[in-house]
């Protein structure tokens, strides 16, 4: 089992912004510590590390935050990767270099590192900043919509949200888009940012008493719509994975409110039972992991993309997305 560094570091950095004792929470920095080692084993036969350059850049940030040192050697192996081009994955780098560039500005921000070492990360961090602007489409979207608030935060922690036009344009993107962050996960990615601030500011916050103001909020139940709909599922395969690109295509009927997950539910149990699929819990929602027997694994570099056809990748997860009646939703399995 890989190491959970990333998740470990998502909870110790959301841990550190609820000001608690100090005691409770020191173990789990050390094991943080710990799996930043275990994730770099093996690397010299992978090239990277066991989980993810997401991940491993998560977890120097996480550290940084609770004003930990890490090994210089472990910061160099993030401004290597970044400096070689190594940091991406499905055709999108922005999460991940965002990711890496604040834990960058973190450790030179807090002084965690030596002087000529800070000046590398000083310089790296503005390059990951003006490569974010470069990646900005016509939309304002900076990479696809739940990379945006990561890329925001490094405009505001580097202090360029002021004079980077790209900042305003993202913004109002996200603003736009705000229906899209409906997990724990990824609403704790937005918060920040719509209160004009970045993961960095946690390790500055000024811990006190606060008055007990907060009151409950009703959540309003999803209306339901009468009426079924039908989506086409299709499944692809190409070359080298499969012979035949095409290995389903089928009309399936759901009820009008069902979400892509319960799309591919309502497909397994249509007869003939020939469709099947496996998903994992991530964070983010359910991930999904194998299709028609089919297993993506990140040792072979692929993954089961989602695409609205003809060929637009979905900026939603499998249980957030609601495709309309007679749409037609790919499943590729594509290499990253």
């Known amino acids: 089992e890989p190491p959970h560094t990333g998740r470990l570091a998502l909870y110790l950095l959301g841990l550190q912004a609820t000001c608690p004792p100090l005691s409770p929470h020191r173990s789990l920095v050390t094991w943080l510590k ?74 030179e921000r807090r002084r965690l590192v030596g002087s000529a070492l800070a000046a590398k990360l000083r310089l790296a961090a503005h390059e990951a900043s003006r490569n974010m602007a470069k990646a900005q489409g016509p939309d304002g979207v900076i990479g696809n919509i739940y990379s945006t608030p990561w890329a925001l935060q490094v405009f505001l922690a580097t202090g360029e949200c002021q004079t980077e036009l790209a900042f305003g344009q993202a913004m109002a993107a996200l603003l736009e888009n705000l229906e899209a962050f409906g997990t724990a996960a990824t609403m704790a990615q937005v918060l920040p940012v719509l209160h004009g601030h970045s993961y960095l500011d946690i ?32 499944v692809e395969c190409p070359l080298p994975w499969c012979y035949d690109l095409q290995l389903y295509d089928r009309l399936v009927p759901v009820p009008a409110t069902a979400s892509l997950l319960d799309v591919l539910q309502a497909a397994a149990v249509l007869e003939p039972h ?51 009646d007679g749409a037609t939703v790919i499943l590729r399995l594509s290499e990253w």
């Open 274 to 324: 020939e469709f099947r699929f496996h998903t994992q819990d991530t964070p983010q929602g359910p991930f999904l992991t194998q299709v028609l027997g089919l297993e993506a694994r990140p040792e072979k570099r692929n993954y089961w993309q989602i695409l609205s056809a003809p060929n637009t990748p979905l900026q939603m997860g499998i249980a957030d997305y609601r495709p309309q």
């Open 203 to 234: 390790a500055a916050m000024h811990c006190g008493e606060e008055p007990d103001t907060l009151t409950p909020l009703d959540m309003e139940p999803l209306l339901e719509v009468p009426g079924n709909k039908t989506v086409q599922l299709v």
């Open 34 to 107: 710990y799996y930043l080692e275990e994730d770099w084993t093996g690397e010299s036969q992978r090239g990277h590390p066991v989980t993810s350059y997401y991940q491993y850049g998560l977890g120097v940030l996480a550290l940084c935050v609770h004003r930990k040192r890490v090994r210089d050697e472990v910061v160099r192996r993030l401004l290597t990767a970044q400096h070689h081009g190594r940091l991406g994955h499905g055709g999108n780098t922005v999460d991940t270099e965002a990711v890496v560039a604040l834990a960058f500005t973190c450790l």
